[in-house]
């Protein structure tokens, strides 16, 4: 089993920053993609950012320029820097990653509970 645990969310006023992280523990071989997700009230859970084990990313058009999706394979960890944060930037923020694990020769994709992040105006 794999265990996805999510730091740094919290309240914070429009224009701040928040660095989310991250980090995978259990019988892990290797972890392949991993990225950040976000649900907003009433809305569907879409991806923000990803980042692939060589360091490629990707990011939701409407975080590009402000937020930045990291990873340090040798800790498990993925981190979200989040700056210019906007109202709309509100949501419960879920940590994704593709995992193979000792004895299972697929990719598992794992979830963490998600860690809130609000904005004031």
């Known amino acids: 089993q794999v265990q996805l645990v999510e730091s740094g969310g919290g309240l914070v006023q429009a224009g701040g920053s928040l660095r989310l992280s991250c980090a995978a523990s259990g019988s892990i071989v290797v972890i392949n993609d991993m990225g950040w997700y976000r649900q907003a009230p009433g809305k569907q859970r879409e991806l923000v950012a990803a980042i692939n084990r060589g360091g490629s990313t990707n990011y939701a058009d409407s975080v590009k320029g402000r937020f930045t999706i990291s990873r340090d394979n040798a800790k498990n960890t993925v981190y979200l820097q989040m700056n210019s944060l906007k109202p709309e930037d509100t949501a419960v923020y879920y940590c994704?990653?593709?995992?193979?694990?000792?004895?299972?020769?697929?990719?598992?994709?794992?979830w963490g509970k998600g860690t809130l992040v609000t904005v004031s105006s």
């Open positions: 994704n990653a593709g995992v193979i694990t000792l004895g299972i020769l697929y990719e598992i994709d794992y």
